[in-house]
C-alpha cells in the first residue's frame, strides 16, 4: 500500500465531510467514466484510494487525479481500514463483485457496485446479508436510474399518455472484439450479463412491475470469438395483466442502442437510451401526432455519486438497492435456462416498493473522454 504526498491523519474526518472513495478496478469503465465523475460531485464525493493489481495504471492514474492512497488487490484490506475510504465503487470483473463487496461491508465501508450484481442469486443475497448486518448501505450501480431521458420516459408511461402500456420492445447490440472481457464466461461474460440487464431493468422500471415467466433463444455464428458466450439472445418476458416485454442483445451486430413502449393510444420511442456518451432523443406519438425531444449528453456517473453519498451522509436506502440487482441476476439467470432447454421458466421476484422517478434526476455536464492507460473499450476501432 503506497500513499502518495502527505499522509491524512488516521483521526482526521472527512474533508469538508465528503465521503470518501475507493474506486476498486481500474478497467475501461473506470478510466472513461468513474474517475472523471469525480470531477462533477466535488458537492459530497471525494475520490481519495485506487485499487488496481497494475502498477502502471497505479502510478499515472493517482498522479493524474491527486490520490494519496494506492493499493493492489492483495492490500484491499489495508485499504478498506486505512481510515481515509468511508465507500468504495466496485468496477471489477463480475466474478469479483461478491467478494469485493462482502470484505468492504465487512470492514464497514459503504458498496457502489457495478452491474451486474452478480452472477448467481445466492452471490446477489450474501452482499445484501452482508450490507444489513454490518449496517452499510448498498447500492447498484444503474446510472439511467438518474437519467433524465430514462426518468422522463417512466413519467410519461406512467402518466397514461400512451394508454394503458401493453408492449415494450428493444435492441441493444453492439460489435465486442475478440479477447474483450465481456467474451470471457468464468469472468461472468455473455449479453444477457453485459447489455441485456439494460433492456430488462428498463422493461421493469417503465412498466413498475415485476415479470412472471420468462422465455428466451440464444444463438452463435460459430465465430471463434463466441466460444464461451451467447452471440445474442432474445427474450421475452411476461408481466401481469399480459403484457409483453420482448428485446434482443447482440455482441457481433452493428451499435443500436433503442426501446419503445406501446400503449392503447400511443407510443413512446427512446433512442440512445442506454447511452452515457450520446445525446438521446424521444420520438411520442399519440393520436397520430409526434412530438421529438433531445437531452444532452450529461454525466450519469456523477450522478450516481451524488445520490449514493447523499444516501450514506443522511442514512437513507438506496432506490436501485442490492434487491434491484438481485431481481436482474434472477431474470438473466431464467433466460439462459430457458434458453438451454428451450422452455418458459417462471418466475417468483421479490417484491419491489421503491422505483426510480424524476426525483431522481441529476444534472450534471458531460465529461470529455480522457486519455487511458492500458485499458480499451469493448468495440473494435473500425466498428
Known sequence: ??????????????????????????????QVAVLPAFAHATENSQ???????????????AKKYEVDLTCSNDEYDDCLSSEMVDAVYIALPNNMHREYAVRAARAGVHVLCEKPMALTEEACKDMISAADENDVKLMIAYRLHFDEAN???????QSRKLGEPRIFNSLFTMQVEEGNIRLDKKLGGGTLYDIGIY?????????????IEV??????????????VDE??????????????TFTTSFGSAALSFYQVIGTKGNLVVDQAYSYAEERKH?????????????????QFAAELLYFSECVMKD?????????????????RSLYRSAASGKPVRLDLPERKKRPTMKQDIKRPAVTKPKLVRAKGPRPKSS
Do not use: W
Not at 433492456?199 to 415479470?211: G, K, T, V
Not at 412530438?291 to 450529461?298: A, L, Q
Open 199 to 211: 433492456c430488462i431493468n428498463a422493461a421493469r422500471y417503465l412498466f413498475q412491475e415485476e415479470p
Open 151 to 157: 426518468l422522463k420516459a417512466v413519467e410519461i408511461v
Open 316 to 332: 437513507e436506502d438506496p432506490e436501485p438497492s442490492g434487491t434491484e440487482g438481485l431481481i436482474d441476476v434472477q431474470i438473466i
Open 1 to 30: 500500500m503506497k500513499a502518495r504526498g502527505r499522509e491524512r491523519h488516521a483521526s482526521a474526518p472527512s474533508p469538508g465531510g465528503k465521503i470518501r472513495y475507493a474506486v476498486v478496478g481500474l478497467g475501461y469503465i473506470s
Open 47 to 61: 475520490l481519495t484510494a485506487l485499487v488496481s493489481d497494475d502498477p502502471i495504471k497505479l502510478k499515472e492514474l
Open 232 to 245: 445474442m439472445t432474445s427474450g421475452v418476458l411476461r408481466f401481469p395483466a399480459e403484457r409483453l416485454a
Open 283 to 299: 420520438e411520442l406519438t399519440v393520436d397520430g401526432k409526434t412530438e421529438k425531444t433531445s437531452f444532452p449528453k450529461r454525466d
Open 215 to 228: 422465455f428466451a433463444f440464444s444463438a452463435n455464428n460459430g465465430e471463434k470469438r463466441f466460444k464461451e
